[in-house]
């Protein structure tokens, strides 16, 4: 048997097992840090998959759970609601950008977009007038459930299901100097009347490469879905919760999405929990004595107490912490390190929106599939720096409380990379 030389029966996400037999345990966790089974610190350069904010068990976060521990556990989220859910959703409102007036729980960042493309779709069903056309933008990721991964890029990580995946509509990526053929794109899908939501990743597009646009683009494309009544569905379940510099990324453009998903930093990374966020007309088109115009949907786990505690808790560190200051300061001190890159020619895109930094390496062949990216992922972490390169983008989104000596480290091992690969050794 293949896997028999496997001791442990757990199937890990995104991992080819029979090029990573063996994965080391983590048995706790620490600020910017990692500890691994044999007591090494590890520099958790791109915040466990993007859901620490602030550090890991931050202790307002982590004593808010201990608490609602002593009352809740979960609790059917219809028939019955909760004080922690209540709070978090009256304490969102206030945070988001104005205009949205009403919120959804799920559980993860994929459902938090399910849901929100349901909402879309419900919105103009229950107007009598149908729409179901989806436009999203190249190079996107939404998700990996049937759904999500429709909306997203198709590749390597979706060839298999294809069959399976609905059609959409696909904006060419908003390159400087190629911004009006992405407008123009948009334009001619909405002109049609049957596209229901514009469904795009604010600022940044994450794992499609920490692609990068200006804030005034998004302004633009609200202005014209607006005019075609096409709903706007901002996914900032990544760049939401300080990650590009502010709170949410659209407040950078001025924009409120008529839907906004927002999961990973939502418990400064502690829990898993998710949340839609939705203007008055969406739910208001769902309401009516006819139960048939019903929102139907739920997931078991809805607005886990414990979670949704977490949340809360998360909100008040957001008030009574210096957390804009560290994050502009982290901003700050990536923009110092990333200088010196932009002008070496090992290096091209040299990027950074907030607290996120990207660059490519110019090595090898571009995409995921890069064999780059297996190479310099095994090289950080012999040095015990937690870096996840997509393909030949190799990108920093570290918690809030790295200092400036973990990123000297961590842009230190860029270099020396970019040295071994340049003298064939890498
Ligand atoms: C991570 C991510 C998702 C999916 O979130 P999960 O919690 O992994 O389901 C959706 N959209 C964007 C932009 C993401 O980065």
């Given at each position: 048997?293949?896997?028999?030389?496997?001791?442990?029966?757990?199937?890990?996400?995104?991992?080819?097992?029979?090029?990573?037999?063996?994965?080391?345990?983590?048995?706790?966790?620490?600020?910017?840090?990692?500890?691994?089974?044999?007591?090494?610190?590890?520099?958790?350069?791109?915040?466990?998959?993007?859901?620490?904010?602030?550090?890991?068990?931050?202790?307002?976060?982590?004593?808010?759970?201990?608490?609602?521990?002593?009352?809740?556990?979960?609790?059917?989220?219809?028939?019955?609601?909760?004080?922690?859910?209540?709070?978090?959703?009256?304490?969102?409102?206030?945070?988001?950008?104005?205009?949205?007036?009403?919120?959804?729980?799920?559980?993860?960042?994929?459902?938090?977009?399910?849901?929100?493309?349901?909402?879309?779709?419900?919105?103009?069903?229950?107007?009598?007038?149908?729409?179901?056309?989806?436009v999203v933008m190249e190079h996107s990721y939404?998700?990996?459930?049937?759904?999500?991964?429709?909306?997203g890029a198709?590749?390597?990580?979706?060839?298999?299901?294809?069959?399976?995946?609905?059609?959409?509509?696909t904006l060419p990526f908003p390159a400087p100097g190629r911004e009006q053929d992405t407008l123009?794109a948009l334009?001619?899908?909405?002109?049609?009347?049957?596209?229901?939501?514009?469904?795009i990743e604010?600022l940044v597009l994450g794992?499609g490469g920490m692609k990068m646009y200006a804030?005034?683009l998004l302004?633009?494309f609200?202005?014209?879905?607006?005019?075609?009544?096409?709903?706007?569905?901002?996914?900032?379940?990544?760049?939401?919760?300080?990650?590009?510099?502010?709170?949410?990324?659209?407040?950078?453009?001025?924009?409120?999405?008529?839907?906004?998903?927002?999961?990973?930093?939502?418990?400064?990374?502690?829990?898993?929990?998710?949340?839609?966020?939705?203007?008055?007309?969406?739910?208001?088109?769902?309401?009516?004595?006819?139960?048939?115009?019903?929102?139907?949907?739920?997931?078991?786990?809805?607005?886990?107490?414990?979670?949704?505690?977490?949340?809360?808790?998360?909100?008040?560190?957001?008030?009574?912490?210096?957390?804009?200051?560290?994050?502009?300061?982290?901003?700050?001190?990536?923009?110092?390190?990333?200088?010196?890159?932009?002008?070496?020619?090992?290096?091209?895109n040299?990027r950074?929106?907030?607290?996120?930094?990207?660059?490519?390496?110019?090595?090898?062949?571009?995409?995921?599939?890069?064999?780059?990216?297996?190479?310099?992922?095994?090289?950080?972490?012999?040095?015990?720096?937690?870096?996840?390169?997509?393909?030949?983008?190799?990108?920093?989104?570290?918690?809030?409380?790295?200092?400036?000596?973990?990123?000297?480290?961590?842009?230190?091992?860029?270099?020396?990379?970019?040295?071994?690969?340049?003298?064939?050794?890498?």
């Amino acid at each position: 048997m293949i896997g028999s030389y496997r001791t442990s029966p757990v199937w890990h996400p995104f991992t080819q097992h029979r090029l990573d037999p063996v994965l080391k345990k983590i048995i706790r966790t620490e600020g910017a840090y990692l500890i691994d089974e044999d007591e090494r610190p590890v520099l958790d350069a791109i915040s466990s998959w993007w859901v620490i904010t602030h550090q890991h068990r931050h202790p307002t976060i982590i004593e808010a759970i201990g608490t609602a521990l002593e009352r809740f556990d979960q609790i059917i989220f219809a028939e019955y609601s909760h004080e922690p859910a209540e709070e978090l959703a009256k304490g969102l409102i206030l945070l988001a950008p104005p205009g949205l007036a009403h919120v959804f729980f799920s559980d993860s960042g994929s459902t938090s977009v399910e849901v929100a493309l349901k909402m879309a779709l419900g919105f103009f069903h229950n107007g009598g007038a149908p729409r179901s056309r989806i436009v999203v933008m190249e190079h996107s990721y939404h998700g990996d459930t049937i759904g999500t991964m429709s909306a997203g890029a198709r590749g390597i990580f979706n060839a298999a299901y294809e069959p399976l995946l609905f059609d959409v509509d696909t904006l060419p990526f908003p390159a400087p100097g190629r911004e009006q053929d992405t407008l123009d794109a948009l334009e001619r899908f909405c002109r049609e009347g049957k596209v229901a939501a514009l469904l795009i990743e604010p600022l940044v597009l994450g794992a499609g490469g920490m692609k990068m646009y200006a804030p005034h683009l998004l302004a633009e494309f609200q202005r014209i879905t607006e005019r075609y009544g096409t709903l706007l569905i901002a996914d900032e379940v990544m760049t939401g919760w300080g990650r590009t510099g502010t709170l949410f990324a659209c407040e950078q453009s001025g924009v409120t999405a008529d839907i906004l998903c927002t999961s990973k930093g939502i418990t400064g990374g502690a829990l898993p929990l998710a949340a839609t966020l939705c203007t008055p007309e969406i739910f208001d088109a769902h309401l009516s004595e006819d139960r048939s115009r019903t929102f139907f949907h739920s997931s078991s786990y809805t607005a886990n107490p414990i979670a949704c505690a977490a949340a809360l808790a998360n909100l008040d560190v957001w008030r009574d912490e210096p957390v804009v200051g560290r994050i502009q300061a982290l901003a700050e001190m990536h923009r110092e390190r990333l200088a010196p890159f932009r002008s070496d020619p090992r290096f091209v895109n040299v990027r950074q929106q907030g607290t996120i930094a990207a660059l490519d390496i110019m090595a090898g062949t571009k995409g995921y599939l890069s064999e780059v990216g297996p190479k310099l992922r095994t090289f950080f972490r012999q040095r015990d720096i937690l870096l996840r390169p997509l393909g030949n983008v190799i990108y920093l989104m570290p918690p809030y409380c790295v200092t400036a000596s973990d990123l000297d480290r961590a842009y230190e091992a860029i270099l020396e990379a970019a040295d071994l690969i340049e003298t064939g050794a890498l």
